[in-house]
């Protein structure tokens, strides 16, 4: 089944430095690749997510990027604020299966300070 | 505004205890999903169910059983709970394959 690495586990930037958190997937057939961003005391939210036909995607001061052939992906977070601390995981799925089956990766705790 | 709704923020159960969790979504989703959130080891997937009465195992479902009678409803069982399955329990819903899952506010299950 599908493995999916996450690093760095914790992450501290100055506010307006950028972030960068790496993941690696192990199943070729994965096609869909969100991220979720977790804050404290609440369930992950979607923040954005990128699928196997597109090497790039941004919104915003984040984005993502997808490296198919070495079976990994990223996010950026530029300008980085207070308020971007949280817990972030990202996730591989294959449609392929006809169903959601989203692995997750074991967070990155970005912690900006002011 | 779409919502996944646990029916408990926290529970502290005995072990042995037959343990319920609820969730319940208004979104009309097909999918929903367990989760079980541990530091250092992510979201783990317990079981989902893609239909009503229907259900899979997820990768780690030993310990626990699940109930979809309704398509908005999705239950988490721990038969008889014990002290190892105290964690954040975290229910998710979508509407099909490669869509956002929206995650409801988690249960904070502690098994003494």
């Known amino acids: 089944g599908e493995n999916v690495e996450q690093h760095p586990s914790t992450l501290s930037v100055q506010e307006g430095d950028s972030a960068v958190i790496k993941c690696t997937y192990s199943?070729?057939?994965?096609?869909?690749f969100p991220w979720y961003k977790q804050e404290l005391g609440k369930g992950p939210q979607l923040i954005i997510d990128?699928?196997?036909?597109?090497g790039e995607k941004k919104d915003q001061r984040i984005a993502v990027t997808l490296n198919k052939t070495a079976k990994h992906f990223s996010l950026h977070i530029t300008e980085t604020q207070p308020e971007d601390s949280a817990v972030y995981f990202c996730?591989?799925?294959?449609?392929?299966?006809?169903?959601?089956?989203?692995?997750f990766g074991t967070g990155t705790r970005l912690l900006v300070s002011p | 505004d779409v919502k996944v709704t646990q029916s408990s923020r926290y529970l502290v159960k005995r072990t042995g205890e037959k343990v319920f969790l609820e969730c319940v979504q208004d979104?009309?989703?097909?999918?929903m999903f367990w989760y079980r959130q541990d530091p250092g080891l992510g979201l783990r997937l317990i079981y989902f169910?893609?239909?009503?009465?229907?259900?899979e195992k997820g990768d780690i479902p030993e310990g626990y059983s699940v109930s979809r009678e309704k398509k908005e409803r999705f239950s988490l069982i721990l038969e008889s709970a014990s002290t190892n399955q105290t964690s954040m329990y975290l229910c998710?819903?979508?509407?099909?394959?490669?869509?956002?899952?929206?995650f409801g506010q988690g249960t904070r299950l502690t098994v003494v």
């Open positions: 996730a591989a799925s294959n449609r392929n299966t006809g169903f959601q089956k989203l692995v």
């Open positions: 199943d070729s057939a994965s096609n869909y």
């Open positions: 990128i699928r196997s036909n597109v």
């Open positions: 979104m009309d989703h097909e999918n």
């Open positions: 169910s893609y239909d009503v009465k229907m259900k």
């Open positions: 998710a819903s979508c509407e099909g394959p490669n869509t956002e899952a929206f």
